[in-house]
């Protein structure tokens, strides 16, 4: 089985910044991609960021210029830098590993979500 927990979400003012943090365990064989998404209230999940592990980066065009997806030493984390915040980006964000369990069983894992309010 796949895990994965969130954690960093918070308050947070206007023009602020966050650290949002993903850490992975389980039998995880392949990855395909990482990344994050976010959901606010009343509205679907949408992608905020992904990196595959060829390298090839993409971000919402709502976020360009203010966060950043990096990875840590190993695939079992992930951080998502959250700059210049606005009243928009308050959301629950989750973390998103789409991997490989094993040699040719795929799909997607969803950490439980961590909450981010913009206000002030």
């Known amino acids: 089985q796949v895990q994965l927990v969130e954690s960093g979400g918070g308050l947070v003012q206007p023009g602020g910044s966050l650290t949002l943090s993903c850490t992975a365990s389980g039998s995880i064989f392949r990855i395909i991609s990482v990344g994050w998404y976010r959901q606010a209230p009343g509205k679907e999940r949408e992608l905020v960021t992904t990196?595959?592990?060829?390298?090839?980066?993409n971000y919402a065009d709502s976020v360009k210029g203010r966060f950043t997806i990096s990875r840590g030493d190993t695939a079992d984390t992930l951080y998502l830098q959250m700059n210049n915040l606005e009243l928009g980006d308050t959301a629950v964000y989750y973390c998103n590993y789409r991997a490989y369990s094993d040699v040719v069983t795929w799909g997607d894992y969803w950490g439980q979500g961590t909450q981010v309010t913009v206000s002030g």
């Open positions: 990196v595959t592990e060829g390298g090839s980066t």
